[in-house]
């Protein structure tokens, strides 16, 4: 059974940093591609980062330069390092795994984690 975990998040202040956590299991991490989503409330759920297994990433224009995704292979955990928060990225954030290429959609993915929030402050 597949099982994405997300940790990490709480509550910060503008400009400060956080650092999310996607602990994988039952799921071939290196296969295929991974990524991670925010949804705001009110808002339609968007793709923040992605990753494939050979490193390639893309983001969002409204996240580039401030966020960083990254993935170890060998505990099977991807990450999110955030820097530089506004209170426009608070919002619940999404691990999400299955992806065939890192420009895929939402649909484009298979398996999905819980999320944790993620609260900026001004």
């Known amino acids: 059974q597949v099982r994405l975990m997300e940790s990490g998040g709480g509550s910060v202040q503008a400009g400060g940093s956080l650092r999310l956590s996607c602990a994988v299991s039952g799921y071939t991490f290196s296969r295929y591609c991974m990524g991670w989503f925010r949804q705001a409330p009110g808002k339609e759920r968007e793709r923040v980062a992605a990753?494939?297994?050979?490193?390639?990433?893309r983001y969002a224009d409204s996240v580039k330069g401030r966020f960083t995704i990254s993935q170890d292979n060998a505990k099977n955990n991807l990450y999110l390092q955030m820097n530089s928060l506004t209170p426009e990225d608070t919002a619940m954030y999404y691990c999400?795994?299955?992806?065939?290429?890192?420009?895929?959609?939402?649909?484009?993915?298979?398996?999905w984690g819980q999320g944790t929030q993620v609260t900026v402050s001004s």
């Open positions: 999400a795994a299955d992806c065939t290429w890192v420009g895929s959609g939402e649909r484009g993915y298979g398996y």
């Open positions: 990753i494939d297994k050979s490193g390639n990433t």
